[in-house]
């Protein structure tokens, strides 16, 4: 699905969409973005009622929540934007997943007026929530296996023990106990332990993790949970030698295991849910910039339209995006670069010492897997704006599906003498 090489675009349409719509822009694909879900789907249709709640924060854009919506994902949401985001394209009640953590109690309300599944990340929360609002009569908890959960598998957020989320093994059993007394009578396990992560294996033991731990919860409280989200963290392919999570791997032996440890009534049927957003759109977006400089001095840099604000990943993880310039895929990379933007920050790079075609100026940039993460990241340091972002749709036809920021936006939020800054174009 991310082969490096297959853009859903070329030059010149990119050139003719210049026209309109000035670079820098990031640029999605509906259809990629489709068979890609209907794939996942596809995997996992042995699973009644299998769902992805798509992570909002990956590409909290309402058309790319519809088109997901409209493929049968709900939305995963930690935020009262999130939230009122997924409630404008009409995602409603059980669609909507509220994953949040350190809550206000705006955000509980606004979760619990949608009908959302709350998924609490802490036992205290409980308390918080009839402090505040009212215990739904559907909970789902969160659960940190801290030292419990080897990290041996991959890429787990950093080790469980030091991650901020979720309630201990003993805490978990106690809240079940907690609600349940309290009159709460459907009940969801939750966990998310693994980000951007490329081995099956991870997926496969979280999986079995949450079965045995419904299994147990079910054993000494008599609960019978309804579903386990497994979290969200399958990785992409961002480097051309890697591959994409074969999700085929992932579903067989997650099946196997289902149908091994999930037999008796007491646990049947028990719904498998994701809230994948990285996956979902990421290798279905594109960072569009062109070239305005070049510098030789120590290194050889090529200085683009697009910075950091439109594009975080490289300069705050050293994160890696493949680049294609675009009319010269089949020229050999001959040139060492370091692709940089605008900050006076010196980590501003898209990539270091990358070795691509001879770049002129003028060159439009293509970088790859920006649809997670990329937009959803942006930040106006530096008096840097925001960028567009534009969609591909199915018919062929490129639609503006969020603006670039104004100078006049920038502004808007002062409220000084002189704030007819605002007046600017
Ligand atoms: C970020 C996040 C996700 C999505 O993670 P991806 O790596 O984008 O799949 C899912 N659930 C929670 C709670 C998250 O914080």
């Known amino acids: 699905m991310n082969k490096n090489s297959e853009l859903f675009f070329n030059k010149n349409e990119i050139e003719k969409t210049k026209e309109k719509y000035p670079t820098p822009f990031h640029i999605y694909d509906e259809k990629g973005i489709i068979e890609n879900v209907k794939s996942l789907y596809k995997n996992f249709s042995w699973v009644q009622g299998f769902k992805n709640y798509f992570a909002i924060k990956a590409c909290p854009n309402p058309y790319i929540l519809k088109i997901l919506k409209d493929q049968g994902c709900g939305a995963d949401c930690s935020s009262l934007p999130e939230l009122i985001l997924a409630e404008k394209v009409g995602l409603r009640g059980e669609e909507i997943m509220f994953t949040s953590n350190n ?14 599944i709350i998924n609490l990340d802490d036992i205290t929360h409980i308390k918080f929530l009839e402090e505040n609002a009212y215990l739904p009569s559907f909970i789902c908890f969160r659960y940190n296996p801290g030292p419990l959960r080897k990290t041996n598998d991959g890429n787990v957020i950093g080790s469980p023990e030091s991650a901020k989320y979720g309630l201990t093994k003993e805490q978990l059993f106690e809240a079940y106990d907690i609600v349940k007394n309290k009159g709460v009578k459907r009940f969801g396990l939750h966990t998310m332990v693994a980000s951007n992560e490329l081995n099956p294996n991870a997926f496969i033991e979280t999986a079995n993790m949450l079965l045995d731990l419904t299994l147990e919860i079910h054993k000494k409280l008599g609960i019978k949970i309804e579903f386990i989200n497994l979290g969200g963290g399958i990785g992409i392919p961002y480097k051309p030698e890697q591959h994409p999570v074969d999700l085929k791997i992932v579903s067989e032996r997650v099946k196997q295991i289902y149908k091994e440890k999930i ?13 994948n957003g990285r996956m979902i759109t990421g290798p279905f977006g594109y960072l569009i910039t062109t070239v305005i400089h070049e510098k030789h001095i120590y290194k050889e840099y090529i200085g683009v339209d697009a910075n950091m604000a439109n594009l975080m990943r490289p300069g705050m993880y050293g994160a890696y995006h493949h680049i294609t310039v675009l009319g010269k895929e089949n020229v050999p990379n001959e040139f060492k670069y370091d692709i940089v933007g605008s900050l006076c920050e010196n980590n501003d790079k898209f990539a270091i010492d990358r070795m691509l075609p001879k ?3 003028g060159d439009i940039l293509a970088i790859h897997n ?7 990241m942006g930040f106006n340091y530096n008096g840097k704006l925001r960028s567009a972002e534009l969609l591909k749709k199915l018919d062929g036809n490129i639609k503006l599906i969020r603006r670039a920021e104004t100078i006049k936006d920038y502004f808007e939020t002062f409220n000084f003498e002189g704030s007819d800054y605002k007046n600017l174009a």
């Open 103 to 116: 809550t206000q109690k705006e955000e509980y309300k606004k979760a619990l007026e949608l009908g959302a």
């Open 263 to 275: 037999q008796d009534k007491t646990t049947t049927p028990l719904k498998i849910f994701m809230e």
């Open 359 to 361: 770049i002129e100026i």
């Open 370 to 376: 920006t649809g997670a993460h990329g937009y959803a």
